[in-house]
């Protein structure tokens, strides 16, 4: 099992951090910061524009600065046959 994980940036202070990333969709990442009985969900949704993901964890903003169109082409990379329907 492959645990994938993405920086992002806290905007108040500009420092980046990596993150666990929980479910990952064109429409929205879930993140996991912290580790253990520390750790705090985070969900990170688009920009209006689509540049972006932006998210609030502990009154923190945090920003994972990707597009939607790029985390679509990672999910497509990292697993090419879930786009596939199947009946």
Do not use: F
């Not at 980046?16 to 993140?31: F, H, L, N, P, S």
């Amino acid at each position: 099992m492959n645990i994938e994980k993405i920086k992002v940036r806290v905007t108040e202070s500009g420092q980046t951090m990596e993150v666990v990333v929980y479910d990952k969709r064109a429409a929205g990442i879930q993140v996991v910061l912290g580790e253990g009985v520390h750790s705090v969900k985070c969900n990170l949704s688009p920009t209006r524009t689509g540049l972006a993901y932006v998210g609030s964890a502990m009154g923190r903003e945090i920003v994972y600065e990707r597009s939607r169109a790029q985390v679509q082409a990672d999910i497509d990379r990292l697993d090419p046959n879930l786009r596939e329907y199947k009946r």
